[in-house]
């Protein structure tokens, strides 16, 4: 058997299966085989998904990833150039433009890297050939489908990330559903190609989300002597729903220092997420994230992607600070 005939319904029980499911929700079932029929078999997406968690890098590697001149000063044009849309988002959604912004260049730079798989085949070979996620990736790529067809475009033509992540904002397909919007009112959803359209759904995401505008993200923290002896009882850097309160933070020790930390001890919410991260000479550097932390991490269940975001959006202010007061 041809490999591009492997998720043919004719020889892929698993893929007529789909094939009826979608038909009986309105999709043409010839319309699906077509486009199945094109869906090719990649090794090399089941090997990068077996591979994605192999390595944890540290704090001070992840930074250098992200925190370079070039995407920060990029960054900052960004903001100068897209500075209508932005606006407007913050205005409608409460989700501050350098957040946004940062988002967008964390995921592709600000849609210079929007991934080199094409979608259809990343999608259909995780959903019949992942050994633990197949369920969830057959549900990706029945999203995946029915976005195509309603949009009208081709989805053999279509790529991403080996994940089968879309867009400037690397949506998956069911993200894709349910919090991309037509923000520049074309009638269209475009996240491939429109600009406009994904900053507004980056902001609708995070709202979606409960992001609590003008509320801080995060806080640089110092820990007392007895607070050292007992960091086991602390719960550094999860992801989960923070229930842990400021005032446990600073009974275990761990306090909120620096400028802006008036603000941040002064938040409606008083939930925090205690983060300690590495630096490059093995020691430790403390923060506490506010619950807008917690919500970029919705984005991507990391706490080192969250802190990431937040302090590349905060060098991306500063830059375009810079820039204005240059050009004057």
Known sequence: MAEAQHFHPRYNADTKVLVEELAERGLPAKWLTQTLEQATFRQDVLDAMAGAAERRLGWHEYRD?????????EGAEFLRQHHEALERAD???GVPAEIITAIIGVET???RYKG?????????????HHPQRGAFF????AAF?????????DPAELTGSYAGAMGFPQFIPTSYQAYAVDFDGDGQ???WNNQVDAIGSVANY?????WQAGEPIYQRAEISSAGEKAQADIPFNQVSTPAYTLAQAESAGLHPVGEGADAFLSRQDNRVVPLRLAREDGSQTYYLGGFNFYVITRYNHSHLYAMAVATLADAIVSAHKMQQEGKQ
């Open 138 to 141: 057959r549900g990706e790529l």
């Open 189 to 191: 959803r475009d996240l």
């Open 206 to 210: 995070f709202a979606e989300h409960d």
């Open 116 to 128: 080199r798989h094409r979608v259809l085949d990343s999608l259909a070979t995780l959903a019949f």
């Open 91 to 93: 205005a409608e959604y």
């Open 109 to 111: 730079y600000y849609g």
């Open 65 to 73: 990833i992200f925190l370079t001149e070039q995407r920060i000063d």
């Open 145 to 153: 489908l029915r976005i195509a067809y309603e949009q009208g475009v």
